[in-house]
């Protein structure tokens, strides 16, 4: 049972990482696009455009969505399997 914490722990310590530096990029990101709307400065190709910066903004915050939901699961499911350990062992 220690172990399973022991690897849920090290999983969200990863986890929370991960997402902090994907949030801080998604932050600067949406800095950018705000001086670029400020300024009038979007390109016309199709990496630059308004619509593709807010298709990139968008990807980044499903990305950040997808982080937070596999680290709830992670939660879940390591709680569960510590929960029917101890009902297994309280069993026998």
């Known amino acids: ?51 593709s910066w807010l298709l990139h903004l968008k990807q980044l915050e499903d990305s950040l969505e997808l982080r937070v939901n596999a680290l709830k699961q992670a939660i879940k499911e390591t709680a569960d399997d510590i929960t029917s350990t101890e009902k297994s062992n309280t069993d026998s």
């Open 1 to 51: 049972m220690l172990e399973k914490i022991r690897e849920l722990i090290i999983l969200l310590q990863t986890g929370i990482e991960d997402y902090e530096g994907q949030l801080k990029t998604l932050q600067e990101e949406r800095l950018k696009f705000i001086r670029l709307s400020q300024s009038n400065g979007f390109g016309t190709d199709e990496n630059s455009s308004n619509e």
